[in-house]
């Protein structure tokens, strides 16, 4: 949205927390003059604006210590801008470090027996009472850490050393891996995973619409291998909703496991909460990247692939190349209700070759982000809602958009 299509007087406020100051932003809908002016109300919580006749009030990101009228330019500008000071001890609060993020749904938030329900349509994948127990998977660096410390190990007193089985047998061997276990609901930052016994009613993504569906309480996915023919079944297969063809996860023939992505699902949680949204997924793991690798450089990918009816892969969509500028605002807006917290990127289209030589080059330190295709597209138009808050002369950056993706709480 160009500065000239904004008709009406919209206000922008950012805590920058490390300086302890709010960044106000407003966008006038003409030139400013005589009757223009700015003021902070109930004790430095609330900026309103009066631009001929236009009055519009915001409640502020945090409490500033200002309490009077705020000076206005006089440069005939559409936009205004603030730093406002902000109290250390109010500044303190809002401290966020990438290693004490909320986690959309983790397995302490979840109850024990509860159903899985398609949310789009609220039909039962997993059944009531079916799972005794949830556990949170290892960080993706995992198996990394488990690889180094096989190399460098200490030596264990009294043996010369151990052998791949005893290791295996211990959790941590070279060929253990984690695995789907029936009555177990395995937790990372996206997804449930399930053993294919406990779901009910999943079709696959492709044209080969092979039903994953168990009519009575025994049968399992005998023939699950035949909708992957002609594919590489070391790639995750789309699954949908067998009542809304809604795609729901991923099946992995391999591992024969179900992953349900949390974003479009229902559950029974410990206490209330909100739902995780796609978006808040991609932000979790884009911190929980930071926190891991270092770097704030991402390559969010497609991690499934569709087929034609002739079983050849159809086109990619283009890949999002994400920038992380700040993992802790909070903001407000007068588009949108409530306070807010996020995080700010820089964002780009690129096609799939452009991100593989990004992730492949050793001196770039891009970060691959797998996530599908319709999530993908989802947090494309939320970065592009999220750039219309903002003022014309802060939605660009040389070739990148700046945007927001909102975290979990």
């Known amino acids: 949205?160009?500065?000239?299509?904004?008709?009406?007087?919209?206000?922008?406020?950012?805590?920058?927390?490390?300086?302890?100051?709010?960044?106000?932003?407003?966008?006038?809908?003409?030139?400013?003059?005589?009757?223009?002016?700015?003021?902070?109300l109930d004790d430095g919580r609330r900026i309103q604006v009066h631009h001929k006749g236009e009055v519009k009030a915001l409640d502020l990101p945090a409490s500033v210590l200002v309490r009077s009228t705020i000076p206005i330019p006089e440069n005939g500008s559409q936009e205004l801008?603030?730093?406002?000071?902000?109290?250390?001890?109010?500044?303190?609060?809002?401290?966020?470090?990438a290693e004490n993020q909320s986690i959309p749904w983790s397995s302490p938030d979840l109850k024990a027996g509860s159903s899985i329900c398609c949310r789009n349509c609220g039909y039962e994948i997993v059944q009531q009472g079916r799972i005794d127990s949830w556990k949170d998977l290892?960080?993706?660096?995992?198996?990394?850490?488990?690889?180094?410390?096989?190399?460098?190990?200490p030596h264990d007193h009294g043996h010369e050393h151990h052998d791949g089985d005893a290791l295996s047998k211990r959790g941590y061997g070279a060929s253990?891996?984690?695995?789907?276990?029936?009555?177990?609901?395995?937790?990372?930052?996206?997804?449930?995973?399930?053993?294919e016994s406990d779901c009910d009613?999943?079709?696959?993504?492709?044209?080969?619409?092979?039903?994953?569906?168990?009519?009575?309480?025994?049968?399992?996915?005998?023939t699950s291998k035949e909708a992957i023919d002609g594919a590489d079944s070391t790639k995750p297969l789309r699954i949908t909703c067998k009542a809304c063809a809604s795609e729901i996860g991923v099946y992995n023939a391999l591992a024969s496991s179900i992953t349900l992505f949390k974003w479009q699902v229902a559950c029974d949680t410990a206490s209330p909460s909100k739902a995780p949204s796609s978006s808040g997924c991609l932000a979790a793991t884009l911190i929980?990247?930071?926190s891991r690798s270092g770097s704030s450089k991402s390559v969010v990918a497609s991690h499934t692939f569709d087929t034609t009816g002739e079983g050849n892969h159809s086109e990619q969509p283009p890949s999002l190349n994400l920038w992380v500028l700040n993992a802790n605002v909070v903001y407000t807006s007068t588009m949108r209700e409530g306070r807010r917290t996020a995080i700010k990127v820089l964002y780009q289209d690129i096609d799939v070759e452009q991100g593989n030589s990004l992730v492949d080059s050793m001196t770039s330190g891009v970060q691959e982000i797998s996530f599908p295709a319709a999530a993908i597209k989802t947090a494309r138009q939320v970065l592009r809602e999220s750039n219309g808050l903002m003022p014309a002369s802060e939605r660009l950056f040389q070739q990148w958009h700046v945007g927001l993706l909102e975290r979990w709480e």
């Open 1 to 40: 949205m160009a500065q000239s299509d904004t008709a009406i007087l919209s206000i922008y406020a950012e805590l920058l927390s490390n300086i302890r100051q709010v960044s106000v932003r407003a966008t006038l809908s003409s030139p400013l003059d005589s009757t223009t002016r700015a003021e902070i």
């Open 81 to 97: 801008a603030w730093r406002l000071p902000v109290p250390a001890t109010e500044a303190q609060l809002t401290r966020f470090s």
């Open 138 to 153: 290892p960080s993706e660096n995992w198996a990394e850490m488990m690889e180094f410390w096989h190399c460098h190990k």
């Open 176 to 195: 253990s891996a984690i695995t789907a276990q029936p009555g177990i609901g395995f937790v990372d930052l996206t997804s449930f995973m399930f053993s």
């Open 201 to 222: 009613g999943l079709s696959d993504g492709s044209a080969y619409h092979h039903q994953f569906s168990r009519p009575n309480t025994q049968s399992t996915f005998d």
């Open 288 to 290: 929980a990247t930071i």
